[in-house]
């Protein structure tokens, strides 16, 4: 059974933190506590679960009135490509629209830019490196038609 919600109880926070750390920060060679920013508390989290274990995690929050922003996406190596992913993308894109939101960003590792684009995020400019992961400035223009 999958189900998408979000985090509700500090065992779900946990596993939810532990997860976007083990698959966003460590492997970077950051340290835990990093998987987290200041943002946290004014956000919308997302959590995917598959036969009740998490696997696959996004977070979104608003940068204004009209452009929100998706960070933190990620999904357990065993469970890629099983549309996971998708479904906390649709989501977000489904709550953007209910508040009107004209435009979503993100930014995103080189590596999964066509899986952005197949969601039909435009890729805009080359923006930050971390740890020497290129990322890229990606948009989506809600549509209301």
Not at 96 to 117: G, H, P
Request: include cysteine; glycine fraction near 6%.
């Amino acid at each position: 059974m999958i189900q998408i919600t979000e985090p509700l109880t500090d065992s779900e926070f946990d596993e939810y933190y532990n997860l976007r750390w083990c698959i966003l920060r460590k492997p970077l060679g950051l340290e835990k506590g990093t998987e987290k920013d200041e943002l946290e508390k004014d956000s919308i989290h997302k959590i995917v679960k598959y036969n009740n274990v998490i696997v696959g995690i996004g977070r979104m929050h608003f940068n204004d009135n009209d452009v929100a922003q998706i960070r933190y996406m990620a999904v357990s190596k065993s469970s890629r490509g099983m549309g996971f992913g998708k479904l906390i993308v649709d989501n977000f894109i489904e709550i953007s629209k209910n508040k009107n939101i004209s435009k979503i960003i993100l930014y995103a590792r080189e590596s999964v830019i066509e899986f952005y684009q197949k969601l039909g995020f435009n890729k805009i400019k080359k923006a930050h490196r971390l740890k020497g992961v290129q990322h890229f400035l990606m948009e989506m223009k809600n549509n209301y038609e």
